[in-house]
């Protein structure tokens, strides 16, 4: 069975960085393209960065530049480093594969941006 467990989030300053972790349980990990959503307040759930088994990575318009997606698969985790961050990026940060499976999702971190 998969489970993903996301850390690293916390309240930071605008212009701050934090960088997210996500560990992995389970063979899926090695074999599937995983990314990092987020769910502002009142908004619905979106895809703001993935990366395929083999490195390949993808990344929102709204983070671009900013964010930057890792895995280690030796480790089973995914990371993901925000810099610059803005109070727009505040939302529950959560992991799972991309496309992504139901019954994957976690309960996420939380980041807040705010002064």
């Known amino acids: 069975q998969v489970q993903l467990v996301e850390s690293g989030g916390g309240l930071v300053q605008p212009g701050g960085s934090l960088r997210l972790s996500c560990a992995a349980s389970?063979?899926?990990?090695?074999?599937?393209?995983m990314g990092w959503y987020r769910q502002p307040p009142g908004k619905q759930r979106e895809l703001v960065a993935a990366i395929t088994s083999g490195g390949s990575t993808n990344y929102a318009d709204s983070v671009k530049g900013r964010f930057t997606i890792s895995r280690d698969n030796a480790k089973n985790t995914v990371y993901l480093q925000m810099n610059s961050l803005k109070p727009e990026d505040t939302a529950v940060y959560y992991c799972?594969?991309?496309?992504?499976?139901?019954?994957?999702w976690g309960q996420g971190t939380q980041v807040t941006v705010s002064s």
């Open positions: 389970g063979s899926i990990f090695s074999i599937s393209a």
């Open positions: 799972n594969a991309d496309p992504y499976e139901y019954a994957y």
